[in-house]
């Protein structure tokens, strides 16, 4: 009698487990300035956006989009707080680095800077990056608030 609830609990351990995937890094996180985290001394680049680099003046003809917002950093630094942050690995980078997909509480890190107007969409995004990206420039936040109108439509 006592086999079957066993059987029944490895058979419930099993699914439970494949139904929710781990991530392959999940620890707390120190946001850099250049946009990146450091989560377990490995360094992530969030994947599909473009963060833009700290030292450009805004130029809003080129694709991507190069900006100087000193804000996009901070705005992630508050955004991930002490909270653990998981990591989906999608690239291995020659430098030791990886691109990959993370979040705090569920939320994805990538989506909610380009939907506040700090990253935009990389040519390689989720269709969603994208939708994000326009209504952040509609909008005029973050980065696209720097000279409304100026920016060129996607």
């Known amino acids: 009698m006592r086999a079957i609830p066993l059987f029944a609990a490895l058979v419930f351990l099993f699914l439970y487990d494949t139904a929710i995937p781990a991530a392959d890094l999940s620890s707390y996180a120190f946001v850099n300035d250049d946009g990146t985290l450091r989560v377990r001394n490995q360094t992530v680049h969030l994947y599909g956006i473009i963060i833009p680099a700290l030292d450009q003046g805004c130029a809003g003809a080129v694709r991507p989009v190069e900006c100087a917002p000193r804000d996009a950093a901070l705005a992630l630094k508050f ?65 696209w608030a720097a000279q409304p109108g100026h920016w060129p439509a996607r």
Do not use: H
């Not at 995004?125 to 939708?131: K, N, R, T």
């Open 79 to 143: 955004k991930v707080g002490v909270n653990f942050v998981d990591c989906a690995i999608k690239e291995r980078k020659p430098d030791s680095s990886v691109t990959a997909v993370c979040t705090v509480n569920d939320q994805d890190l990538a989506a909610w800077l380009v939907q506040q107007g700090w990253a935009a969409a990389a040519p390689n995004a989720p269709p969603e990056y994208d939708v994000l990206e326009k209504i952040a420039r509609r909008r005029g936040v973050g980065m």
